[in-house]
């Protein structure tokens, strides 16, 4: 398998070549790291989340959009499809690096996670990544700082010179796409919670409507959440049946959750904004079919369009 990292640097290149098209914008911090900002003070758009999904899952995924409908209004979605999920989705597109800093706070995911492979997906899928250069994507309303960027490095056993971070907020075109794009990786990351060895997980694809653009970080926090949740279509094809690992499949939609029914503006702020505070269950998509192979296929969850649209400001 070719480095995680080295396919997310030639897609991170593709960005910097094309940043005014992209309308993303580049700067080089004092200590040598390269922030890219996709959506912070930049506009970013359709076209710079769908390359920035494709740096999370460091080019194993193919991204696309395509236009869908929530309650009957047109809206985009985003449809993301891969062979190589434990390597793509979990391995890279999970966010699953905190950076919380003096004045700085924010969520890392890609491949950097690779280098550091210290999290339990990489010892169940066996990998661990080497390269000279390494690329995190960087959820926040502000901006990295020579700080985060050395602590990156400092992790990852880098220069940084050799750290890239393209940065965006949940409340922009770029934060709202990636959220969408994030429908198969919640899904393959349930079913690892589970039990389910990541290795029995043969393809994922996942669907999700772009949530209208709101630059209110916490309600862009819901209705991106809002989208998985009750908007969120998957496709799992797996070598083995759940009872193969101990797995229940019906456990991986959000309509098992408690919480399921309830817009997450309000589940938010029931825990007071304190996400480790929810049940794991309530970040899934809302159906999952599980297809095994040469084995039966299960059809789980529901969508609530109806909700999503209450969500997403929709007006007739």
Not at 76 to 91: K, R, W, Y
Request: include cysteine.
């Amino acid at each position: 398998m070719d480095s995680l990292n080295r396919n997310a640097i030639e897609l991170v290149d593709e960005a910097l070549d094309f940043a005014d098209e992209l309308n993303v914008v580049p700067h080089e911090l004092d200590g040598g790291a390269t922030v890219v900002d996709f959506g912070v003070d930049a506009d970013g758009g359709l076209e710079a989340g769908l390359l920035l999904a494709e740096v999370q899952t460091a080019g194993l995924a193919s991204v696309q959009v395509r236009t869908d409908a929530v309650d009957g209004v047109p809206l985009p979605a985003v449809e993301v499809s891969t062979d190589q999920p434990a390597l793509g989705l979990l391995c890279s597109q999970k966010a699953g690096w905190e950076l919380t800093f003096d004045g700085f706070d924010g969520l890392g995911s890609g491949p950097a996670r690779a280098l550091v492979a210290e999290e339990s997906e990489f010892e169940a899928v066996g990998y661990a990544d080497e390269f000279d250069l390494t690329v995190l994507t960087v959820e926040s309303i502000d901006l990295p700082t020579d700080e985060v960027a050395g602590h990156v490095a400092d992790r990852t056993g880098l220069a940084p010179s050799g750290v890239f971070l393209p940065t965006y907020a949940v409340g922009s075109t770029a934060g709202s796409v990636t959220g969408a794009a994030r429908a198969a990786e919640l899904a393959a990351f349930r079913l690892f919670e589970l039990g389910y060895d990541p290795l029995d997980l043969l393809s994922a694809t996942g669907t999700a409507p772009v949530a209208p653009v709101t630059y209110d970080e916490t309600a862009a926090m819901a209705r991106t959440n809002d989208a998985v949740a009750y908007g969120g279509r998957v496709y799992l094809q797996v070598r083995a049946d759940g009872d193969v690992h101990g797995v229940d499949f019906a456990d991986l939609p959000s309509s098992v959750g408690e919480q399921y029914g309830e817009p997450f503006a309000d589940v938010f702020e029931a825990v007071d904004y304190d996400l480790s505070a929810l049940p794991a269950s309530v970040f899934a998509p809302a159906q999952v079919t599980v297809d095994v192979v040469d084995g039966p296929t299960y059809a789980l969850g529901e969508t609530d369009e109806a909700l999503l649209a209450e969500s997403f400001g929709l007006r007739g």
